[in-house]
């Protein structure tokens, strides 16, 4: 802002001494064609373009959608492409100390822990994108896939098994905004888990 400001009053003192220098026998005009010119004009025109430009860069984050402004959701990172289907890292934590890594190409989420998640941790997190995603669903359901009939999470896993040295593999669907969402979690015994939520074609 203090830039513009020292950019304009140098053009006002420059237009000043180019009117002295002509003696000030022409009296400038007030209005050509009905636009207005002079120190006054080109003030406003300079601080319209500033507020344009400072307006500018705090809309970078913005696209135009059919005349409103929308957020751009960076779905090369994890946060951005777990927003699509309304979720957050948090809704698929495992364990204490886990790293996410988003594989774009083939829209699978790596979830690494330190050590091998418990039976329980597994449960947990499992569960809880289970209800998340029935919570955001628009019907409040979990559907199996390329069903209508709807997917119960302790229909299909019972827990009192040792899930920490056994591979297991859930695929279930909701509806979200408009879209239905295909879930794919898979466990292969190990420290990782696989994670792929997309849209379904």
């Known amino acids: 802002m203090k830039k513009s400001l020292l950019i304009l009053l140098a053009l006002v003192m420059v237009l000043t001494l180019s009117l002295t220098a002509c003696g000030g026998n022409e009296t400038p005009s007030d209005t050509d064609n009905g636009n207005a010119s002079g120190p006054s004009a080109q003030a406003d025109d300079s601080d319209a ?4 430009n400072e307006a500018g860069s705090a809309d970078d984050n913005l696209a135009p959608s059919g005349g409103n402004d929308v957020a751009v959701i960076d779905t090369s990172t994890v946060a951005g492409y777990l927003s699509q289907f309304g979720l957050t890292e948090e809704d698929i934590a495992i364990g ?8 774009a190409d083939s829209r699978i989420i790596e979830i690494t822990t330190e050590t091998i998640p418990t039976t329980e941790e597994l449960q947990s997190c499992v569960e ?4 998340k995603c029935r919570s955001v669903s628009e019907d409040g359901k979990i559907h199996m ?13 019972d827990w009192t098994l040792d899930w920490q040295s056994s591979p297991l593999a859930l695929y279930w669907s909701y509806k979200y905004e408009g879209n239905t969402v295909d879930v794919f979690i898979n466990w292969s015994a190990t420290d990782m888990t696989a994670l792929a939520f997309y849209f379904a074609e």
């Open 128 to 131: 809880h994108i289970y209800e």
């Open 96 to 103: 204490s100390a886990a790293e996410n890594v988003l594989y």
């Open 49 to 52: 373009d500033s507020t344009s």
């Open 145 to 157: 896939i390329n069903s209508d009939n709807e997917f119960i999470l302790s229909d299909v896993v």
